[in-house]
């Protein structure tokens, strides 16, 4: 990782810690417009050893089945200190760490799923990211997604590509990105693939391919 990824990587680290204390309700509105049973989705595709990357204030906690065995990680210690909370409260066993997606701090092979919600957007190197979750899934595991993405209506994209510097600046929110390009260019077999909202919400699930 270059000095500029680590430095971006740290202002998107501070950006998070300052925007905790507001993040679910900000999320809720967000979720009643353009996300509603995104979470839902989510947690019904996790089986198996689960990691959460950027498990945030801990929203998704409450969707995963008893049964997972679960593992979270976020870049932010005040919005994870949050997901502590919440975990509490609802008797989540779940494994809570301070962690970079960029750099995993896992071995080769650990994992069943590795769930990404509403995270891709905001991690500087998105493909790095991906790449790190292949490397600690197992031949088979399945990634799945829940992101805003770049839309496929014109008019919509050009208010988004406006937008972006923007959102990048002051949210460390990249409104263009493509996760689904992403997932095929590290080698991951799309198995579904949903868009909605004016093609802003996506919804993805890739499986690792075994080796030849």
């Not at 989510?42 to 008893?66: I, M």
């Not at 050009?158 to 990249?174: I, N, S, T, Y």
Request: aromatic share 6%.
């Amino acid at each position: 990782m270059t000095n500029g990824d680590r430095d971006e990587t740290l202002r998107v680290r501070d950006i998070f810690d300052k925007f905790a204390p507001k993040y679910d309700r900000s999320m809720q509105r967000w979720e009643r417009i353009l996300f509603v049973g995104g979470r839902e989705w989510l947690g019904a595709q996790a089986s198996g050893d689960v990691l959460e990357v950027g498990v945030g204030t801990g929203r998704n906690l409450p969707h995963f089945s008893p049964t997972v065995r679960l593992t979270a990680i976020d870049i932010s210690p005040q919005m994870l200190a949050v997901a502590r909370r919440r975990a509490a409260a609802i008797d989540r066993d779940v494994d809570l760490r301070l962690g970079d997606a960029q750099a995993l701090e896992f071995a080769d092979e650990s994992f069943d799923t590795v769930i990404f919600g509403l995270c891709l957007c905001s991690i500087p190197e998105d493909r790095r990211a991906v790449v790190e979750a292949s490397r600690v899934l197992r031949a088979g595991g399945r990634i799945a997604l829940l992101e805003h993405v770049r839309s496929p209506l014109m008019i919509i994209r050009a208010g988004q590509r406006l937008l972006d510097p923007l959102a990048v600046r002051f949210g460390g929110d990249h409104l263009v990105r493509e996760p689904a390009q992403v997932l095929r260019a590290a080698s991951f077999e799309i198995e579904e693939l949903q868009r909605s909202r004016w093609g802003i919400v996506e919804r993805a699930v890739a499986r690792k391919n075994a080796p030849a």
